[in-house]
């Protein structure tokens, strides 16, 4: 299983970013995006669900936007109206579950600078 990020970079504040994640190996129960910043725990953004049902963190509701194309199996997170507080390194996540077990797998990673 391989999970591939990218579309992270450097933009402004009130700027836009689109990071995409294709996974490789399996279909996934939920996919989603995590991000720690310097000195900070890993925290949740957003997740999706294979039935397309979404979470996201309170700090990013209204702004991100999380969508999958399963044909793709590839997961999306349109970031908008971004704050320098969004810097973080971002991670791609995918949990792959079957009735006896499951597991968590994580990309490599992809910085998303915001500057003031």
């Known amino acids: 299983v391989q999970l591939q990020a990218s579309g992270g970079g450097l ?3 009130g700027g836009s970013l689109r990071l995409s994640c294709a996974a490789s190996g ?3 129960s939920i996919m989603g995006w995590y ?3 310097p000195g900070e725990q890993r925290e949740l953004v957003a ?3 294979s039935d397309s049902r979404t979470t996201y963190a309170d700090s990013v509701k209204g702004r991100f936007t999380i969508s999958r ?3 793709k199996n590839t997961v999306y997170l349109q970031m ?3 704050k320098p507080e969004d810097t973080a390194v971002y991670y791609c ?3 792959y579950s079957t009735a006896w077990s499951s597991v968590n797998y994580w990309g490599q990673g992809t910085l998303v600078t915001v500057s003031s």
């Open 11 to 13: 933009v402004q504040a």
């Open 26 to 28: 399996s279909v996934f």
């Open 35 to 37: 991000r720690q910043a």
């Open 47 to 49: 997740i999706i669900r």
């Open 69 to 71: 194309d399963n044909a």
């Open 80 to 82: 908008n109206s971004l």
């Open 93 to 95: 996540n995918a949990l």
